[in-house]
């Protein structure tokens, strides 16, 4: 939880948040545990229990895992107001990873001079560190300085050859930025490194598409098979690059009703090229953002 990271807990047969043993052990950040339901895993069903686990919880965008509780949000925006308010530390008195995890936190605050600040002091200690090149890419596209972002990811993957989200966010900053056709060559290995992210099958068909090419219907059933039920917003792309454009304003309607719905993304996403023009794009995801 220091962390920041994502738990699920899971509880092994005859494990019980209500037992006075676990709540004695579980204590500081680990009394939070007792609050929250566990996946119940038998010893007889593990590896199914595991199936459901990355299905259910961890084969989703971060968007769409469940917002925190009332508590736990002022404790975050507590941590932001201080780290927003604290004084600029010296090289030698954090480590790479709290370099990095100050960074994230001032990113996620918009205060992106003292991220790109923090994210190249972690990455002076740990040259290695893949991850903050990734994020630092993210916050450079961002700010448009995609020049600048690419070279990021791209770092990124040359440190981390498997991290699939910095495959990902390169080419997404290329389709932004009218690289389509140098998007692919990237997708194909994020393909190779992650078979089961829908996300690189879907970028090459919606490429396909884009360019006037055939659009590879295998590309597209396994995109199909592997995005959540209920992840509207990328169903919404799906059925936009199949044509089936009824479904996809339908899918469309359902993610704008989350709270996490990104609507000026939704007016840029290439993905939707062939519903943008229709009036009932701008009724779902409102009108378009202002050019600054």
Known sequence: MDTKRNIVPLMLENFDFGSPLVTQALTGNL????????????????FEAMDKLRQRYLNVEVSNIATLNIEAKGIT???????????????????????????????Q????????????KALQLRPDLSAADNN????LSTLGRFTEAEEAFRQAIAKGPNLAQAYNNL??????IGHEADAIPILEKFMAVAPDNFH???GIASIQKRLGKPVSEDYLKKARALIAPEDWYNLACLESICGNLDTAFECLKKAAQKEEFD???????PDFTWLRDEPRFAEIVGPPPKRE
């Open 77 to 107: 925006e507590v941590q932001k107001t201080a780290a927003n308010e604290a004084p600029q530390v010296e090289i030698e008195e954090l480590t790479a990873q709290e370099w990095f995890e100050r960074g994230y936190v001032f990113q």
């Open 31 to 46: 009394s939070t545990l007792n609050e929250y339901n566990g996946l119940r895993v038998y010893s007889d069903y593990f």
């Open 109 to 120: 605050d918009k205060n992106f001079d003292e991220a790109i600040r923090c994210y190249h």
């Open 200 to 202: 690189s099958y879907l």
């Open 171 to 176: 080419t997404v900053m290329l389709r932004q």
């Open 136 to 139: 630092l890419g993210v916050l």
């Open 263 to 269: 609507r000026p993304w939704a007016w840029q996403d």
